[in-house]
């Protein structure tokens, strides 16, 4: 089973890949989202031509193959167009065994358990609240999850006062049977951070995600070890190095790997087999709802140290339009879970029709004849 071609479908948001063997399989992948046309570039002037004519068997391999050939170019770029081929290989070997991935990855989920989050710093917190317990009705949410401070904000709030009215709004609205969980986006200094956890461990907030910035992780730690509630980071790293120091000098409570950020499932992997090791959960981030989300439920319903719940983003198209009709099934929450699909593979079809009005580009071997 070699592979004979690789194909991008992309416009600026989102990107798709396809990749075919020479014994007729088909696998579907997504590369990193936003700048998808970018990547797409990446993929076919750095990533195909190492792998094109290769036997398919070993995901492993081939990513170190890839990353080995590009290895004074260790950038984001390259692990954002590494997964669009990882997660295809993935797709393949699943549909071959006649299983899911989250199956041929040993695990048998049915569904996983998701908290609703919420990508606007922009909303009122009354606004927000609302549109919370609307969720919470519809859709059976028993977790929540909210922004706070500015994104890298420098100790600034959205607004004055934004952080500890919507804090305080949100748990009068959904009272104390609920589980809440906020993101500051590298928002705080490490004194800063303490004062606002303080404020969320008053109010019950069990998860303060990225208090401080990403590339400070001293400053993290300080806050960490100051508080009480479970801190977590790691959504914005790729590099293996850094994920050792996260767990060597216990950074954080909970990690927190992007399928796609890293590359893929197979990095995905062993971050997560690192955190078994120290004794760590993981929660996956996911922040749209175009097939990371489904990469990352496939994962978090097969790995023994699965966090408690999956992000899932409740931004709609009117919010996020590019999401609109990528593939099908849609995705089904029921009772505050994802259902897994139940096909081999990632269990989806690509919709043809978005296919159509996509940038597409493909990368032939040589002996594709």
């Known amino acids: 089973m070699k592979i004979i071609s690789i194909e991008t479908f992309t416009n600026e948001y989102v990107g798709l890949l396809r990749l075919r063997t020479d014994t007729g399989e088909e696998g579907w992948g997504q590369t990193c989202t936003y700048n998808a046309d970018i990547t797409a570039q990446v993929v076919h002037r750095q990533v195909a031509p190492h792998v094109l004519g290769c036997a398919a068997g070993d995901i492993e391999a081939l990513n170190h193959q890839v990353l080995e050939r590009e290895h004074k170019f260790p950038g984001t770029y390259l692990y954002r167009a590494l997964c669009g081929l990882d997660t295809a290989l993935w797709d393949i070997h699943a549909k071959r065994a006649g299983k899911s991935v989250c199956q041929l990855l040993g695990g048998n989920a049915k569904s996983v358990p998701v908290y609703a989050s919420s990508m606007q710093r922009e909303i009122s917190p009354e606004a927000e609240a609302e549109r919370f317990l609307a969720l ?24 004055p006062g934004r952080t500890e009215a919507i804090v305080k709004r949100v748990r009068e609205q959904l009272g104390d049977d609920v589980t809440l969980l906020v993101d500051a986006n590298s928002a705080y200094t ?41 801190v977590s980071g790691g959504e914005q790293d790729n590099d293996l190095r850094i994920w050792r120091h996260m767990l060597d000098t216990q950074v954080v409570d909970i990690l927190q790997p992007d399928v796609c950020y890293m590359g893929g499932v197979t990095r995905t992997l062993e971050v997560a087999r690192m955190a078994e090791k120290a004794n760590m959960p ?43 009709n990528l593939f099908k099934p849609n995705f089904d929450i029921q009772n505050g879970e994802l259902i897994m699909p139940h096909k081999p593979g990632w269990g989806i ?18 002996d594709r004849f």
């Open 282 to 324: 993981v929660t996956l981030h996911c922040a749209n709802l175009s097939l990371v989300t489904l990469f990352s439920a496939h994962i978090m319903g097969a790995i023994p140290n699965a966090g408690k719940y999956l992000e899932y983003s409740i931004e709609g198209l009117d919010y996020y339009p590019w999401q609109a």
């Open 190 to 230: 490490p004194a800063k951070a303490i004062e606002v956890g303080r404020m969320l461990q008053d109010y019950g907030v069990s998860h303060f995600e990225e208090p401080c910035p990403y590339w400070q992780p001293d400053w993290t730690r300080k806050v960490k070890d100051a508080l009480d509630i479970d």
């Open 136 to 159: 919470k009705q519809k859709f059976g949410y028993h977790s929540f999850k909210f922004r706070v401070g500015k994104e890298c904000g420098h100790d600034i709030d959205q607004w």
């Open 349 to 366: 079809e690509v919709d043809a029709e978005w296919l159509a009005r996509a940038d597409h580009k493909v990368s032939y071997s040589g």
